[in-house]
């Protein structure tokens, strides 16, 4: 996990309300995993937990000389599930895009145990926060990194009703 000065700026956070934490929630870099000793059961562990998932990222992004770019590709890579994801009888609509993570009073997670992206979110006084690790540097970092996840995805018990 890169470690990254804490940039949290509550005061301003509750004022907003965490509209970054109520519309997707922040996808993780691979190095969580890759410092385990052994990445794909890491990440299955979250998984099983229902507490992360997996999102799907349409097309590889072109960087010149480095990728070209793959509309037809599709890349997997982690983040905290939303509450409607996780719980699919959610009580609260209004909540359901909500990470489970997100309380009243922010974020439950410590600052070093959240996803890269929430981490490296800047939080601005004008609420244009933009963080300069987003989906396109997720989307690259796990590139090379789907053996991983696809061992991760092989080791949750099979879906209910699903195919044996
Ligand atoms: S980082 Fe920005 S969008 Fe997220 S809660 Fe803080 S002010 Fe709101
Ligand atoms: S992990 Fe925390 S900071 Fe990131 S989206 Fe969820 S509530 Fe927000």
Avoid at 12 to 40: K, M, N, V, W, Y
Wanted: charge should be negative.
């Amino acid at each position: 996990m890169n470690r990254q000065k804490n940039n949290e700026h509550r005061t301003l956070c509750a004022r907003c309300g965490g509209q970054c934490c109520r519309t997707r929630p922040g996808i993780e870099a691979p190095e969580r995993f890759l410092a385990q000793p052994d990445p794909a059961a890491a990440l299955a562990a979250l998984l099983i937990q229902n507490e992360w998932g997996l999102e799907t990222h349409y097309g590889v992004p072109y960087t010149p000389g480095v990728t070209a770019p793959d509309p037809d590709r599709i890349i997997k890579y982690p983040r905290p599930l939303t509450i409607g994801e996780q719980d699919i009888e959610n009580k609260d609509p209004s909540r359901s895009d909500d990470c489970i993570y997100l309380t009243p009073t922010g974020c439950s997670l410590t600052f070093e145990a959240r996803p890269r992206m929430c981490r490296e979110l800047v939080p601005d006084s004008c609420f244009e926060c933009e963080s300069p690790w987003g989906r396109r540097e997720a989307a690259l970092a796990w590139l090379p990194h789907q053996d991983l996840v696809l061992a991760a995805s092989a080791a949750l018990p099979p879906q209910e009703g699903g195919c044996p």
